[in-house]
Structures are given as C-alpha cells and as structure tokens.
C-alpha cells in the first residue's frame, strides 16, 4: 500500500465497503457521541467520515489532536446507517472505521475557523492566507480560476492564436497608472520597469509576423485597490491579431467570453450578440462607461426642458431625469432611501415627483414645475400614472457619477433589476483626447497607441476633443472587463497624435524608439485587447472582490501581510544597486 493513501478523501464509494484504506489528510471536524469520535478527513478532493471507536488507539490519539493537524489513517470503509447517510457528499454513504493513526503534521491552535465562514477580518485572513485557502469557498474559487485558465488556453488555440512570452523587465512606459521600478546593479542610476501590460511587446510582434498571438500576462501597476482591482499586480489575457478592423477582433472575443460564461456560469444567461454601445450615449443613458445591463432603466438628458426654467435650482445646470414605472405602491420610504443613498454618493439631495391619474403630479418639486415644464417631461420621458421620476443636476461629471448610481439602485429596489444573468455590451467610439480640468492640457483619453477615427487628415484638421478613436471596452454586469484598440502603426501619425499631447518628436523617438523604428519596417494593421483575468473569476464566482479569486493577493494598502512584504533591504544591498533611501519626514 502506498506510504500515504491508497484512496483520496472525495474517492470512497458504497462500492468500497469492506475494503481496507490509507487516508491522508487534515482533521476537518470532529464530534463526539458517546466516546465514539466522528472526524472529518479533508483534503484537496473532498471530505471523507471517520469513526474511532471508544478504547482503541485512534479514539485516544484522534481525540488529543487539534483541528487541522495531517495524519494518516487506516481503517475499513462501512456502510453508514440509513439515518446518517448525508447527500450533500459525494462520500457520504460510507465512513471508515480507524485502525491506525500516524500524525504526519500537528497544527497549533489555528487563528479562525476553517469548516465555516466565522466573519474573521480580511487582514487576519490574509496574514494566515494559508489556513484561508483551505476554506472550501476559497478552495473552490481558487480551483475555479485554475480551470478558467485552462479553458482559455484551449478556446484560444482553437481560435488560431500562438501562446507567446513577453519580457518581464523593461522600459518605463505612459500606459497610466505608475510603474514599479527595478534598479540594475550594472547600470548604476538606471532602472528597468515591470510591464503595466505587453502592449508594445505585442504589437512588436505583430509586426515580426506572427499574426495571431495571446498570452496569460502578469502586469504590474502600483496604483491604489478597489473592490474590482488589486493593486501591484493582476493577470490579463492579452491579445494581438494582424490584419483586422474593430470587427475582426469582436467576433473572437465574443465568442471565447460567451462560452467561457456559459462554460463556467452555473446556468447564467449570457448576452448574445454583445450589444455596441457608443462612449457618449452610454455616459448620457447609464452614467458612465461601464453600464450595468441588469438594470432596466436609463438616464434621460432634460437640460432643455428646464433651460431658462423658472425652477432656480435647475435653471442653467445639467439635468438627467430617471423615470422609474410601476411605482404606484411604493411607501414613501422608497423615495426617502434613494435620495439617502444619493447623498451616499456624493449628491446634496435627490429630487424626485410621482405621476398620478391624468398625469397630476406629487412630490417635492411638483409645485416649481409649470404647465409647459410638466408636458415636457411627460412627452420626453414618455410619462404615465404609476410612473415616479428622480433627477440630478449640476456638472455633467458629476451627474454622471451620481444618478449613474442611483438608476442601479433604482432599478433594484423597484423590481427593475434582472438576477442571474451575464450582461455584456462592446463600449465603442471612445473619445481619443481629453482636456484636464485643472491644467487645460490636452491629454490622451485612453491608450497612446490607438489609431484615430479618420487617420492623420483627422488629427490635422479636427478639434482634439472632437476626435474619436478605435477604441472599445468590453463590459459585463458593469465590471469593465478589458481596454482595446485598433493600433496606429504610421509613424506619422504617431507623431501628430503624440504632439497634440504635448510630446515632441524627439520625446517620441526617445521613449518609443523601438515601436518607432519597427514602424517604419513594414507594419501590418493591427489591433488587440487584454481582457482581466481576475474580474472574469470575480464575476463567475459571484464574489464582490476581486482578492477573493486570487491565490496571494497584497491588502488594500499593497502590502503582503504572509510573506511581509515591502520589506527594508540590508545597506550593503542598497549600496550593491547604488541606492540611499530618503524617507519622508515625519510632521
């Protein structure tokens, strides 16, 4: 019999009773009945009952044991009575009777349970990620990542993409969050920089020839955590094909993501086809660039209706109007927890009216609003009895930001919200230059390297804050999922685009010298995108954050609280890579 197991703890059958078994894993649970000891032996497979009868060796040795302690057992697997049969396990017509225990790692008294969510802080969970990791939850979303993995892998061979590797150290790079910096020993005062993503790696080989070319990418960016980001790394699947318009590169990636979320969904409906949605209708109906589908209900422009209104308090603002159906039962609580949550958001206030019989209309503003005001709204918001309409007014981003939430939350308190689907939509016709607020600069929108709408007669001849560029995000569920673009591979246009941000041609040639020089060797056209591996976990788990799919994840201050990392370096280290360290001072 092999030293450790003959059979693993998911394994046993009741087509194994009788048969004498070796076990090996952790002590699970216990409970006593009587002296007689129940264990529940887990490991990587699945969970296993023992039985230690009172007075034997097991019984003693089991019973001194704490939780989570490895041993090896040996016993005979039995038929479990009628009455204990448990259904909810794949082993659970059969336990086996110990005859021997060898305890092959004894643990200490562990920090937090393991068999149960006991609603332990996430930085004592991730100082012990190890122990966290064996809840069954983690477990199961951890081996869940791993087969999305795989299935990606095999899904994009089928495709006809060349799995490929890009460098991990190399040159600074504006893709717009902040690099992580490696000093070189022998370069004194130079530093190389981990890659945010592989995209001029992966155009470079667009360029080599290779046409079709994926890769599961670690990129790195020290940028601060959200719920859907992780800051200092993440895993994306980066994408590169030749020869292709926008088009081109949806139909592989729509259909990889539809069979992923339908492989890997539970039974979820997945949008099919994805639905492209321009960037500026979608900021007009959903608030942003990442609409949540789910929620039935859209944001409605009705600037004009109250442009030179006498309703002061929206006269000469921006105001986006949501009218919300079927609300003619609801308390006024309804009304009042919106417009808390509005606050929530950033708002001084929600105001909002309700439409009755023959469209009379109630609420808090109703008497501001004149005739003219009222058959307005009622003809652009197509207005009935039953029909409630919150707005918000101010700065169109601000706005945005905050009736793009409450439409969500609306949609979900009203019974407007679609549960257990995958939503998926295409963002398109981004914007390619922005202005910055506080400097007046024009700056990119999104990536540098993306190939205006309309070329260089576009740049040379457009107002910046009017071109567009081939652009798009992919988006499910409103997780933003994955940035792409058809890229700009003429080096004049290159040049243009770079100076009306600001860059000059030596700038240019000094910082993407190499994008530069293959350019001008024959570039095919050419255009990717890079899909996060995390979120796509995130939202099959079903999880609200994304460290709970990640194996190691930093905290939300980008520190390893198991291996304690950022550490301090001894100083014959620093003076090895021609470093003093300069802390801030402390007020």
């Given at each position: 019999?092999?030293?450790?197991?003959?059979?693993?703890?998911?394994?046993?059958?009741?087509?194994?009773?009788?048969?004498?078994?070796?076990?090996?894993?952790?002590?699970?649970?216990?409970?006593?009945?009587?002296?007689?000891?129940?264990?529940?032996?887990?490991?990587?497979?699945?969970?296993?009952?023992?039985?230690?009868?009172?007075?034997?060796?097991?019984?003693?040795?089991?019973?001194?044991?704490t939780?989570?302690?490895?041993?090896?057992?040996?016993?005979?697997?039995?038929?479990?009575?009628?009455?204990?049969?448990?259904?909810?396990?794949?082993?659970?017509?059969?336990?086996?009777?110990?005859?021997?225990?060898?305890?092959?790692?004894?643990?200490?008294?562990?920090?937090?349970?393991?068999?149960?969510?006991?609603?332990?802080?996430?930085?004592?969970?991730?100082?012990?990620?190890?122990?966290?990791?064996?809840?069954?939850?983690?477990?199961?979303?951890?081996?869940?990542?791993?087969?999305?993995?795989?299935?990606?892998?095999?899904?994009?061979?089928?495709?006809?993409f060349?799995?490929?590797?890009?460098?991990?150290?190399?040159?600074?790079?504006?893709?717009?969050?902040?690099?992580?910096?490696?000093?070189?020993?022998?370069?004194?005062?130079?530093?190389?920089?981990?890659?945010?993503?592989?995209?001029?790696?992966?155009?470079?080989?667009?360029?080599?020839?290779?046409?079709?070319?994926?890769?599961?990418?670690?990129?790195?960016?020290?940028?601060?955590?959200?719920?859907?980001?992780?800051?200092?790394?993440?895993y994306?699947?980066?994408?590169e094909?030749?020869?292709?318009?926008?088009?081109?590169?949806?139909?592989?990636?729509?259909?990889?993501?539809?069979?992923?979320?339908?492989?890997?969904?539970?039974?979820?409906?997945?949008t099919?086809?994805?639905p492209?949605?321009?960037?500026?209708?979608?900021?007009?109906?959903?608030?942003?660039?990442?609409?949540d589908?789910?929620?039935?209900?859209?944001?409605?422009?009705?600037?004009?209706?109250?442009?030179?209104?006498?309703?002061?308090?929206?006269?000469?603002?921006?105001?986006?109007?949501?009218?919300?159906?079927?609300?003619?039962?609801?308390?006024?609580?309804?009304?009042?927890?919106?417009?808390?949550?509005a606050?929530?958001?950033?708002?001084?206030?929600?105001?909002?009216?309700?439409?009755?019989?023959?469209?009379?209309?109630?609420?808090?503003?109703?008497?501001?609003?004149?005739?003219?005001?009222?058959?307005?709204?009622?003809?652009?918001?197509?207005?009935?009895?039953?029909?409630?309409?919150?707005?918000?007014?101010?700065?169109?981003?601000?706005?945005?930001?905050?009736?793009?939430?409450?439409?969500?939350?609306?949609?979900?308190?009203?019974?407007?919200?679609?549960?257990?689907?995958?939503?998926?939509?295409?963002?398109?016709?981004?914007?390619?230059?922005?202005?910055?607020?506080?400097?007046?600069?024009?700056?990119?929108?999104?990536?540098?390297?993306?190939?205006?709408?309309?070329?260089?007669?576009?740049?040379?001849?457009?107002?910046?804050?009017?071109?567009?560029?081939?652009?798009?995000?992919?988006?499910?569920?409103?997780?933003?999922?994955?940035?792409?673009?058809?890229?700009?591979?003429?080096?004049?246009?290159?040049?243009?685009?770079?100076?009306?941000a600001?860059?000059?041609?030596?700038?240019?040639?000094?910082?993407?010298?190499?994008?530069l020089?293959?350019?001008?060797?024959?570039?095919?056209?050419?255009?990717?995108?890079?899909?996060?591996?995390?979120?796509?976990?995130?939202?099959?788990?079903?999880?609200?954050?994304?460290?709970?799919?990640?194996?190691?994840p930093?905290?939300?201050?980008?520190?390893?609280?198991?291996?304690?990392?950022?550490s301090?370096?001894?100083?014959?280290?620093?003076?090895?890579?021609?470093?003093?360290?300069?802390?801030?001072?402390?007020?």
């Amino acid at each position: 019999m092999h030293r450790y197991r003959s059979h693993n703890c998911g394994e046993l059958r009741a087509a194994d009773v009788d048969t004498d078994v070796r076990l090996s894993g952790w002590l699970h649970n216990r409970r006593d009945l009587g002296g007689i000891l129940f264990i529940d032996l887990r490991d990587h497979h699945g969970i296993t009952q023992l039985v230690a009868r009172p007075g034997t060796p097991a019984n003693e040795k089991l019973g001194s044991l704490t939780k989570e302690s490895v041993v090896r057992v040996d016993g005979k697997v039995s038929a479990r009575g009628a009455d204990n049969v448990n259904p909810d396990l794949p082993t659970g017509e059969v336990e086996v009777e110990v005859s021997d225990v060898e305890v092959l790692g004894a643990a200490e008294q562990i920090p937090f349970t393991i068999n149960a969510e006991d609603g332990v802080n996430e930085e004592k969970r991730l100082e012990y990620r190890f122990l966290d990791l064996r809840r069954e939850r983690m477990h199961r979303n951890i081996m869940l990542r791993t087969a999305v993995i795989s299935a990606i892998r095999q899904k994009m061979v089928t495709l006809g993409f060349n799995e490929m590797a890009t460098p991990i150290l190399s040159a600074t790079s504006p893709e717009g969050a902040r690099d992580f910096l490696v000093p070189s020993r022998l370069h004194a005062g130079k530093f190389y920089a981990l890659p945010q993503a592989p995209q001029q790696f992966k155009q470079l080989l667009m360029i080599a020839g290779f046409d079709r070319y994926f890769q599961i990418a670690p990129c790195f960016r020290d940028e601060d955590a959200r719920a859907d980001r992780s800051p200092g790394e993440f895993y994306q699947l980066d994408i590169e094909m030749s020869f292709v318009e926008q088009e081109d590169v949806f139909r592989p990636v729509e259909k990889l993501m539809t069979e992923l979320f339908t492989e890997f969904g539970g039974g979820r409906e997945v949008t099919s086809p994805f639905p492209r949605i321009p960037f500026r209708e979608s900021m007009l109906k959903y608030g942003n660039d990442k609409p949540d589908l789910r929620a039935k209900l859209e944001l409605v422009d009705v600037s004009d209706v109250f442009e030179g209104s006498g309703f002061k308090a929206f006269a000469g603002k921006h105001v986006r109007a949501l009218a919300v159906p079927d609300t003619a039962d609801q308390p006024r609580k309804f009304f009042d927890g919106l417009g808390d949550y509005a606050v929530e958001q950033g708002a001084k206030g929600l105001a909002w009216i309700r439409v009755g019989e023959e469209n009379a209309l109630t609420g808090p503003i109703a008497k501001f609003l004149t005739e003219d005001d009222v058959k307005a709204l009622v003809n652009k918001l197509d207005l009935a009895p039953g029909h409630a309409v919150f707005f918000g007014a101010g700065e169109f981003d601000e706005v945005s930001k905050i009736m793009g939430a409450v439409r969500v939350e609306a949609a979900k308190r009203a019974g407007h919200f679609e549960e257990g689907v995958f939503r998926f939509c295409w963002i398109v016709d981004f914007p390619m230059f922005e202005k910055d607020e506080d400097t007046g600069k024009i700056e990119f929108s999104h990536n540098p390297f993306s190939m205006p709408q309309g070329g260089l007669e576009a740049l040379e001849t457009k107002d910046p804050l009017d071109i567009l560029a081939w652009q798009y995000d992919i988006v499910c569920n409103g997780v933003e999922l994955s940035s792409g673009a058809i890229r700009n591979h003429e080096p004049e246009v290159m040049y243009k685009a770079f100076e009306i941000a600001g860059y000059s041609k030596e700038t240019v040639e000094a910082e993407f010298g190499g994008m530069l020089r293959a350019f001008k060797f024959g570039a095919p056209p050419h255009g990717g995108i890079a899909p996060g591996v995390d979120r796509i976990v995130m939202l099959l788990a079903d999880e609200p954050n994304i460290r709970e799919t990640i194996a190691f994840p930093l905290n939300g201050n980008a520190q390893d609280l198991l291996m304690g990392a950022p550490s301090e370096v001894e100083e014959s280290r620093l003076k090895e890579l021609h470093l003093s360290i300069r802390k801030p001072q402390v007020k």
